[in-house]
Nanobody, 124 residues
């Protein structure tokens, strides 16, 4: 399986970005998907996740109300809409798939396939 993330960029605080992650193969709709991020010098952290049907979601507290995770199973794509961006959102963002749970988990250890990062830089 391949996960291709895109949509990052350099923006000003308060701006919006939408990240996309297209997943190869025919089983996309069978698995929960997640977004993680990693800033320089920091550990990777959970951002958001969504179950296979797009019904149940899970967010890190710092992004609740600003970020929205969604998916289009017909397009094999998961999205992360990021509004009201802050400088502390600056990081490389990664999409990931889990086959180990149906729950939109924040446990990175349960994700078994990862995309390459897409960089988001937010300046004040």
């Amino acid at each position: 399986v391949q996960l291709q993330a895109c949509g990052g960029g350099s923006v000003q605080a308060g701006d919006s970005l939408r990240l996309s992650c297209e997943v190869s193969g025919r089983t996309f709709s069978s698995y929960a998907m997640g977004w993680f991020r990693q800033a320089p010098g920091k550990e990777r952290e959970f951002v958001a996740a969504i179950d296979k049907r797009g019904v149940s979601t899970n967010y890190q507290d710092s992004v609740k109300g600003r970020f929205t995770v969604s998916r289009d199973n017909a397009k094999n794509t998961v999205y992360l809409q990021m509004n009201s961006l802050k400088p502390e959102d600056t990081a490389a963002y990664y999409c990931a798939r889990t086959r180990r749970t149906l729950f939109p988990t924040r446990d990175a250890g349960l994700y078994d396939a990862w995309g390459q990062g897409t960089q988001v830089t937010v300046s004040s």
